[in-house]
């Protein structure tokens, strides 16, 4: 069964360091979105593409925070500088992207991200 | 702003009990509902949604969910839980005319005794 595959699984870095993470969607999904996950809360999105395009990003931190799908595919997250606040699980998720109306959204088993 | 509510933070059962999850919703328009559900080490994986129609729907695993309008209400019940149902559940909606964007509440972590 295709799945979103995310890497790294987790990742330690010191503040004001540079991270990324990256995301591959399932194989024709054209919708990918990006999501923080908070200890103790749900998911939150942080950018939506459509093929190589956001969507949205009206929650994305963009000072620090920046997001790109350069050829419509797989996708790069990234946070300079990390900040202690930034600790979360970050998720990724494809659907077909094909239709206005709701689609299944696939989630990757997501980044664990530690900031200290 | 709308905003999902879940009233429970930390359900835990034995097994063959009864299972209700409550989840609210502040949106006074069309809504899409969905329930996820997190089993320990893996993806989120979507448990059943409501579009429109019947307001009971059902999904996997024995789990079902009513929509109640008036209640801005989208509960999700189990009959009789079993241990394989530890997990973290999560409400979520999509707002109409929001590009298929999901709102999620803040999860409820069931646990289910053997």
């Known amino acids: 069964e295709a799945e979103v595959a995310q890497s790294p699984r987790y990742k330690i870095t010191e503040k004001s360091q540079a991270v990324a993470f990256w995301c591959d969607p399932i194989s024709g999904h054209a919708t990918l979105y990006w999501y923080r996950q908070i200890l103790g809360q749900g998911p939150e ?52 992207g094909l239709d206005s109306s709701y689609e299944e959204q696939y989630f990757g088993p997501g980044t664990r991200l530690t900031v200290t | 702003a709308q905003s999902v509510s879940q009233h429970n933070h930390h359900v835990i059962l034995s097994e063959a009990a009864s299972l209700e999850l409550g989840c609210n919703y502040s949106y006074g328009g069309t809504v899409n509902l969905f329930w996820y559900v997190q089993y320990p080490g893996q993806h989120l994986q979507l448990l059943l949604k409501y579009f429109s129609g019947d307001p009971l729907v059902k999904g996997i695993k024995g789990f079902e969910a009513e929509f109640i309008k008036s209640k801005f209400s989208f509960n999700l019940r189990k009959p009789s839980v079993q241990w394989s149902d530890t997990a973290e559940y999560f409400c979520a909606v999509i707002l109409s005319g929001s590009a298929r964007q999901l709102t999620f509440g803040s999860g409820t972590q069931l646990t289910v005794l053997p």
Do not use: H, N, W
């Not at chain 1, 942080?46 to 956001?54: A, M, N, R, Y």
């Not at chain 1, 990003?57 to 797989?74: I, M, N």
């Not at chain 1, 946070?79 to 930034?86: R, S, T, V």
């Open chain 1, 45 to 96: 999105l942080l950018v939506q593409f459509q093929d190589e395009s956001v969507v949205d990003d009206s929650q994305l931190p963009k000072d620090r925070f920046s997001a790109e799908r350069l050829k419509g595919v797989d996708s790069t997250l990234k946070i300079q500088p990390a900040e202690l606040g930034d600790s979360a699980m970050y998720l990724c998720a494809s659907s077909l």
